[in-house]
């Protein structure tokens, strides 16, 4: 028995030093390479390769994990109130789009209205009532033109965005 606990403490002995050499090099492009093989190395950095010596285990540092910041509270309910607030935002948005849609169908179809009226009961004044109705059209044309470009950069849903877009297909170029 003390001749086999002598073999394995001269196997320890002798193996310590070969464990402990490992290099590091940089690579043409900055990139660090670390090896305990000189041969793993990229062959353009194995001639500058440096032996890393082992240092002294009392030195350690230590670097505490990522930790996860804890919200309060109050910084909760911040959050949850900004996203209601926006919430409320988007569907007045949407609300004023629709409205303005409505709107401009409503004033659209009352100039067609005033303008065949103008056609069909012909008098002094008929000429001046057509080109009212039809600068009141042209707005109305005008107008739609705007709040189609509008729609793709809204926050609405795509059944509100199409529910503007039929109203608005009322209003004929």
Not at 65 to 83: C, D, H, K, N, Y
């Amino acid at each position: 028995m003390p001749r086999l606990l002598s073999v394995f403490i001269l196997c320890l002995l002798l193996a310590a030093p070969a464990a402990g050499q490992n290099y590091s090099c940089r690579d043409k492009d900055g990139q660090l390479h670390f090896s305990d093989n000189l041969a793993n190395l990229p062959p353009e950095c194995q001639s500058e390769a440096k032996e890393l010596k082992p240092r002294a285990t009392d030195n350690l540092n230590f670097v505490p994990g990522f930790s996860t910041p804890v919200a309060s509270e109050r910084e909760v309910e911040q959050q949850l109130r900004e996203i209601e607030l926006q919430e409320a935002r988007e569907k007045r948005q949407a609300e004023q789009l629709l409205a303005q849609a409505e709107e401009l169908v409503s004033q659209y179809n009352g100039a067609i209205r005033a303008k065949n009226d103008a056609y069909r009961s012909w008098d002094y004044s008929s000429r001046e009532k057509v080109k009212d109705a039809e600068r009141q059209i042209q707005l109305a044309r005008d107008a739609k033109q705007q709040v189609l470009e509008k729609l793709p950069r809204a926050k609405l849903s795509r059944e509100k965005k199409a529910r503007i877009k039929e109203l608005l297909e009322q209003i004929e170029e």
